[in-house]
């Protein structure tokens, strides 16, 4: 569903830090930390990585997954719009 690479790389093309994801997505710093921390996919209670997903989402990030259209394949990240990175929560 969701890699740590991908929730970092998230992160900084909104410019937040863990503090302010786990308050978007609505679950503590210490989830949000021990998901960053783990290798590969990021396992977890579904609705909790839920949450995350959709905070990114509203955030404006898409997440590109391993069968998802991408010139170069591979999993990603990407704004939904074009145009530089806005930062959120601030």
């Known amino acids: 569903m ?3 690479f991908q929730m970092r790389a998230a992160r900084a093309l909104l410019g937040i830090d863990q503090k302010t994801l786990a308050e978007l997505a609505g679950v503590s ?3 949000i ?3 960053e921390a783990s290798t590969g996919n990021v396992r977890g209670v ?3 990585l839920m949450k995350v997903v959709e905070a990114f989402d509203r955030a404006g ?3 590109i997954g391993e ?3 991408s010139d170069s394949g591979g999993r990603g990240v990407r704004l ?3 145009g ?3 930062r959120v929560g601030a």
């Open 46 to 48: 579904v609705e909790t």
């Open 61 to 63: 990030v898409e997440l």
């Open 67 to 69: 069968q998802a259209r």
């Open 33 to 35: 930390q021990r998901m």
């Open 80 to 82: 939904k719009e074009s």
């Open 2 to 4: 969701i890699t740590s």
């Open 29 to 31: 710093l210490p989830t």
């Open 84 to 86: 530089p990175p806005r």
